[in-house]
Each structure stands twice: as structure tokens, then as C-alpha cells.
């Protein structure tokens, strides 16, 4: 991980102290401030206790925290910051209170400094305007608790530069966060949906439509997710809602402005009583209107140009934990019907208004459609970004198409000269999304499968050979289709946290979009059945010794790098290479014999003990007939062209798909569970 940056954390409580753990565990210099020197060892002791704990759950290992709090420096000194690229304040919510942390840093920090503040209700316009660099104020709005949850709202002034943007995003980036970059208004992105989404809850307490057990057991199944509206309240603190929904108010209509029972309750200063017989008649009434008050308030938003509605669903999967954002639930829902929900509770609240965008699209009786693709070009190459984190940019028949879309548009253009390919987020593309090939086995679908792995193939090839040269941005792991892609382009320009894996055998399925093809071509077929078989990783730093990576960098240094691999011109990709003697005994490993008698059962001959009881383990947890099957298919692919082995893939995936492995291993994955197969009979 890059060194280059050197961060400041302002409050040293559970926001600050869970930021600046984040931060330091990704590997970024990180000093944390605050007023005295007892608070400052409070928060690093709760980092401390926090690192402690996921070193008995087997997060980290002691070296990994010793090396996290090496990176970590607490004081009560701001001079500490004088240097710092970026200070995020997170201090209490007050705009004196912040402006006085701003208008002490601006006397102190270098020019380069950015300012940003992790207000989650403020103007940061406001804000800006205690400093002399307003250019380089900036919110990022951190979601609890910050060194778990992955999103951060990334808010822009109408004064903050385009560097200062793009600084900020790489930082987000650098410390592993997903960034959605959202406009300086009241609530931003996800409180403006959420914060009436918990008031709406007390008003259908307050109005006698149910109890709380009930209203909470209905939001759960409507929304579907794993805390009701009055349990996260107490969780998160009933004050805090309170004093949202009032900021809201002031700032939007009164419709925002905390209930009655909200405020009482505020008041009392006592967690909801959760207590009560659940009511099941009541859940339709009570997830209509919360379904209408969500509808409504995030077509608003998009009104406004507050967010995208990408990235409202976003916020709401990300960094809400819901299964669905607001869009994804309209369209569930349907269009006309979501319209009549909001035309409803806008006859009975006058300031709850009926979004334009929502009344086009039920005019026209036509679904949310959602664009996970995006495209700039900048000096001469077009980067074509896959933006889908919270599905970890996993490729489906949606994605495929739009990917071919921006990829026609940046061959056509002439000023384009090179067409880089990356993933946002965390990963690059964890690979097909699984939902979909278990949606064609259960509907006995399959030719649809075929189809779009037919479709994928056909553009990896055209990535593959496209006169402009194609460069994955290894920037993250990948995995299945996701390493797939990045072994069609022509160059793969990587940093230290990418990786290839191939986890499908543990699927009862095969790489099915030329993984198992190109990597033969790389290094042979020995140790291609080594990395399909396992599923071991291969990471960035082992595949630019193998010869797959051109280039390792640092991630902000990637626009550079990219820039020099396309200079440098097109390499022979698949040239005979030399491969290092670390990896002779994987080779004599899975050597043709040694496979054979792997699949089988039996322990291989000619390596090490520990090499075959570590390979033997692994094994024993995949699926025999998907074993063979990769077996087979890459004995035939080592002697067949590019093409003919995309067709030999091809012809093996309805047979393979239509077994039980595939079934077994596609449904347990999909639940975060390990699959069980049937052991192989010697």
C-alpha cells in the first residue's frame, strides 16, 4: 500500500477512532487529534480493543496489528497536521463547533491540505467559509461503524476544485471505502431517505396503526432487512433522529419535522420498549406508507440532482445493509403502483410532495433501468469503469451489454488510442453473477447461460484483438469471469492489492469465458490446472513474475503507468516465458498422472508431504465431476487456437450446468455457504 499520503483524523471518539483504524489497517500514515491527550489514548485504546478482538476471530494476525498501530500516532497537538494531505474532522455536530477545528487547521496546515468534514447533516458550503481555502474543503459522510460499514458520501461545494475531488476519491479508494459522490444539500444522499423512513415508523405508532413489534417486523419483511425502523433507533440513538429530522425540516418542508412521539421519546430519554404481539393484517398498511414516504423522498432527490438514482440504490445496499435501494424496490413494486402509494400520502401531508420523476416513468408504465457503466477519456485513452460495487461489479447480462456499448463508443472514436477496462469499489469483478445462472437452472433456462457466455466471449475477444490496445486495471481482486476479462486484454497494469482466482471448481462449474484458456497460453497447462483446481489466488505481484501482469504500480500512480504501458506499445501477449523455480513442485503437482490421481482420491507422487496434504484438503471440498471436466478441458485447449477452445467451453456448458454439483454449488454460494458434494467413489 501506497505511503504517499499522510492523513489527520480530528476526535478521537467512535467516528474519529473508527476512521483512523480503517485508514491504518489499509496501510495510510494516519495521526489522530483531539483535545487532550487522556481522550486521544481513549480512542487508540478502543482500536487497540477492536484490533484485539478480530485477531481472536482470525481477521488479523498479531504482526498485522502491530503493524496497523505502527501507522497510528495519537496527540493533542494540531501542529502534528502541518504536512497532512487530508484532515477529516469528526467532532461533535455543531457548525461552531466544526468551524472552530477549520479555522484552528487553516492557520496551521500547509496550502496542500484538504479539509474535510464528516458532518452527516451540515451545509459544507457553510463550513468552507471558516477557512481561506474553501477550494479544498470537502465532505466525506462515514457510515457507522467506519472501519466495517464501505460506503462514504463524498460531498462537494459549489467552490471545491475537481483535484480536490479526485484527491479525496483516491484517499477513499486507498483505504478500501466505496465513494459516492453526492451534492452539498440537506441530508445528502441516504439520511434524506432514511431519517423520514425512521420518523414515518413513530408517526404510524403515534396514529394507532400498529404497535412497535408489529411495525418493525413489517418493515423487515417489506424492505427486507435484518433490523426493524424502532430497533435501530436504539441502536443508533433516538436523539439523533430527533435532531435529523428537525435539521431536515428547517432546511426542506415540515414534512420532515420529528413526530410528536419522536420528540417525547427524545425527551424521556429511554430506548423504544420493542416488547409487543405482532399483528401480521396490519404489515400491508404499515409498508405502503413507508414504501410511499422512501418512493417519494428519493425521486426527489434525483429531482434535484442531489445523487443519481445508482447511486441511491447504492447508498441504501451499501451502506444501509438493505437488500434493495428505493429504485430497485419501485420496480419490484411496479411503477404505477409505487405512484398511486405517494399520490396517497401526499393527500394527506401537503409537504410531502410527488417526485416528476416518478410520475414520468409510471406514465410511460416503464421500469428504473440502471446504468452500471461509465466512461471518461483522458489524454487519449478511455477508461470504462464497471460500477457495481455493492455486487462486487459481478458480470450479468445488463452489465455485458453496457460494457459492449462504451467499449463500441471508444473503438469508433479516433481520439481514443487506448481503452482501459477497471472495477469500482474493492474488486475489479468478483466474477458472473451467480444469481443469474441459478435463475436459468431453476427455470430450466439454460441456453440463456449460453447465450451470455456466448455474448462474453465473443466481446473478450474483441478485447483481445482490438486494434486499440485493451488494459485491465487490476486494482482489486477478481475472480472467475472478473480474471476471465482481465486475461482478454492485451495488457493488465495491476497494484499490490489486485489478484486472479478461479473459485468455480468449489462451484460444480468451470470457468466458462476463457480463463482456464488464456492462462494455459501464459504458463502451461500444469500450472493452469494448479490455479483452476485450487482456486488458489494468484496475486498481482506472483502474475508479473509469471509474465500475465505488464506492469505493477502503486495506486495513485495508475494514470501513469497506464499512460506509459500504452506508449510502450502492444507486447506478443502469450510469448514463451520462463517460469520462476519456486513453482516447480505445483508443476510436478498436477503433473497429468498426479490430476488423475488427485480427482480420484489419491495423494500425488514426487512432491512433498506437506505439498500433498495441503493440495489433498483443498480437493477434497470441490466437486469431482467439475474436476474432471476442467481436467479434460484444458488437456484439449493446450493444443487448440484461441478460438477453438472458446467453442470447446461453449459446447460443455449445458451438461455441465445440468448437474446436481452445479445446482448444489451455485445455491450454497448464493448463501454464503460452503457446498457439500458428493465424495467421489474410488
Not at 452500471?372 to 455486487?391: F, H, L, Q, S, V
Not at 488494459?471 to 489478484?499: F, K, N, P, R, Y
Not at 507422487?605 to 477434497?620: C, N, P, R, T, Y
Request: proline content about 3%; aromatic content about 8%.
Amino acid at each position: 500500500m501506497s505511503k504517499s499520503f499522510k492523513v489527520g483524523i480530528i476526535g478521537a471518539g467512535n467516528m474519529g477512532s473508527g476512521i483512523a483504524q480503517k485508514m491504518a489497517q489499509e496501510g495510510l500514515d494516519v495521526t489522530l487529534v483531539d483535545v487532550t491527550d487522556q481522550q486521544v489514548e481513549r480512542g487508540i485504546g478502543s482500536i487497540r480493543k477492536t484490533l484485539a478482538e478480530g485477531v481472536e476471530r482470525g481477521i488479523f494476525s498479531e504482526d498485522q496489528v502491530k503493524a496497523i498501530l505502527n501507522r497510528l500516532h495519537g496527540t493533542s497537538s494540531y501542529e502534528a497536521l502541518k504536512d497532512a494531505d487530508l484532515v477529516v474532522e469528526a467532532v461533535f455536530e455543531d457548525v461552531q463547533v466544526k468551524g472552530a477545528v477549520f479555522q484552528k487547521l487553516d492557520s496551521i496546515c500547509d496550502e496542500k491540505t484538504i479539509f474535510a468534514t464528516n458532518t452527516s447533516s451540515l451545509f459544507v458550503k457553510e463550513l468552507a467559509t471558516f477557512t481561506k481555502r474553501p477550494d479544498r474543503v470537502i465532505g466525506m459522510h462515514y457510515f457507522y461503524h467506519p472501519a466495517k460499514n464501505r460506503l462514504v458520501e463524498i460531498i462537494p461545494h459549489q467552490e471545491t476544485s475537481q483535484e480536490t475531488i479526485e484527491t479525496t476519491l483516491l484517499i477513499g479508494k486507498l483505504h478500501n471505502k466505496t465513494c459516492i459522490v453526492v451534492k452539498d444539500s440537506p441530508g445528502f444522499a441516504v439520511n434524506r431517505y432514511f431519517v423520514p423512513f425512521l420518523n414515518e415508523s413513530v408517526h404510524l405508532l403515534q396514529d394507532g396503526v400498529a404497535n412497535i413489534a408489529t411495525i418493525d417486523a413489517a418493515a423487515k419483511q417489506g424492505f427486507d432487512i435484518g433490523m426493524g425502523p424502532f430497533e435501530l433507533m436504539n441502536v443508533t440513538g433516538i436523539p439523533i433522529a430527533e435532531h435529523s429530522c428537525t435539521y431536515l425540516a428547517k432546511e426542506i418542508s415540515e414534512f420532515y419535522a420529528p413526530s410528536e412521539l419522536l420528540q417525547k421519546q427524545t425527551e424521556m430519554k429511554e430506548d423504544w420498549d420493542l416488547r409487543g404481539d405482532i399483528d401480521e393484517s396490519k404489515f400491508e398498511a404499515i409498508n405502503r406508507h413507508l414504501y410511499a414516504t422512501v418512493f417519494g423522498v428519493a425521486g426527489a432527490q434525483v429531482d434535484e440532482g442531489v445523487a443519481s438514482i445508482e447511486d441511491t440504490d447504492r447508498g441504501a445496499k451499501i451502506g444501509l445493509k438493505w437488500k434493495f435501494g428505493p429504485f430497485e424496490l419501485i420496480n419490484k413494486v411496479g411503477v404505477k403502483e409505487a405512484l398511486e402509494m405517494v399520490t396517497q400520502l401526499n393527500s394527506k401531508r401537503s409537504s410531502f410532495h410527488v417526485p416528476t420523476i416518478l410520475q414520468e416513468h409510471a406514465l410511460k408504465d416503464q421500469s428504473f433501468a440502471f446504468n452500471y457503466i461509465d466512461m471518461e477519456t483522458k489524454n487519449g485513452i478511455a477508461y470504462i469503469t464497471i460500477n457495481r460495487p455493492e455486487a462486487m461489479n459481478a458480470l450479468n447480462p445488463v452489465v455485458v451489454e453496457q460494457l459492449e456499448k462504451a467499449f463500441n463508443e471508444a473503438e469508433e472514436n479516433p481520439d481514443v488510442k487506448g481503452i482501459a477496462i477497471q472495477g469500482a469499489g474493492k474488486a475489479f469483478v468478483a466474477g458472473a453473477d451467480i444469481k443469474f445462472f441459478i435463475d436459468c437452472i431453476e427455470s430450466n433456462q439454460i441456453e440463456k447461460n449460453v447465450e451470455f457466455t456466448r455474448k462474453g466471449h465473443q466481446l473478450f475477444r474483441r478485447m483481445e484483438t482490438s486494434d486499440k490496445m485493451t488494459i485491465a486495471v487490476l486494482d482489486g481482486l477478481s475472480l472467475g469471469g472478473g480474471s476471465e476479462l482481465a486475461l482478454s486484454c492485451q495488457a493488465i497494469v495491476a497494484t499490490a492489492q489486485g489478484s486472479l482466482a478461479f473459485p468455480e471448481s468449489g462451484l460444480g462449474i468451470y470457468p466458462g469465458l476463457g480463463g482456464m484458456l488464456r492462462l494455459n497460453k501464459h504458463v502451461g497447462k500444469e500450472l493452469s490446472k494448479y490455479f483452476v483446481l485450487t482456486g488458489k489466488p494468484l496475486t498481482a505481484a506472483a502474475a508479473k513474475d509469471l509474465g500475465i501482469v505488464t506492469a505493477l504500480t502503486e495506486m495513485e500512480n495508475l494514470e501513469t503507468t497506464i499512460e506509459m504501458v500504452l506508449a510502450q506499445g502492444k507486447r506478443e501477449k502469450y510469448a514463451t516465458r520462463e517460469i520462476p523455480t519456486t513453482y516447480n513442485e505445483m508443476v510436478d503437482g498436477f503433473s497429468d498422472e498426479n490430476v488423475e490421481r488427485m480427482i480420484n482420491g489419491e495423494r500425488p507422487h514426487q512432491v512433498s508431504e506437506a505439498f500433498a496434504d495441503k493440495v489433498m484438503k483443498i480437493l477434497g471440498f470441490k466437486a469431482q465431476t467439475a474436476m474432471k471436466t476442467i481436467n479434460d478441458l484444458i488437456d484439449q485447449q493446450t493444443e487448440m487456437t484461441i478460438d477453438e477452445g472458446i467453442e470447446l467451453e461453449l459446447s460443455y456448458l449445458v451438461k455441465t450446468f445440468e448437474t446436481e454439483e452445479a445446482h448444489i454449488g451455485l445455491k450454497a454460494s448464493m448463501n454464503g455457504e460452503r457446498p457439500v458434494f458428493k465424495k467421489a467413489e474410488v
